[in-house]
């Protein structure tokens, strides 16, 4: 069985956008949540993951996130928009994310 690779975005209680990439979008997420998952979210605290999106190599979900970081606010929000009207509900049940919101 393969490795999965995520590229994400999460939405910063002061309404930044942080992107990143994992292999463990659970623990992540987690972590940023708690503030040892980045520097960035440690100090621009997390409000909700945004967008996900899975690869099946490292180096493919490093990529994207290098394009992704290069985008406009613009274009990271036409992307999120478009995610959230398409996957974000099969991802977040699946991945059961929803639940580390309520914290």
Not at 1 to 16: A, C, G, H
Not at 42 to 54: A, D, H, Q, T
Request: hydrophobic residues 30%; charged residues 30%; aromatic residues 14%.
């Amino acid at each position: 069985m393969s490795e999965i690779f995520y590229t994400y975005l999460i939405l910063t209680k002061n309404d930044t956008l942080y992107c990143g990439y994992t292999n463990d979008i659970k623990q992540r997420y987690y972590k940023h949540l708690s503030g040892t998952g980045a520097k960035y979210t440690k100090v621009n605290k997390p409000s909700r993951l945004v967008y996900i999106e899975s690869f099946d190599s490292k180096s493919n979900a490093m990529k994207r996130e290098n394009e992704i970081k290069k985008l406009t606010r613009r274009d990271k929000l036409k992307i999120v928009e478009l995610f959230n009207r398409t996957k974000n509900e099969l991802y977040y049940k699946a991945l059961d994310i929803n639940k580390m919101y309520e914290q």
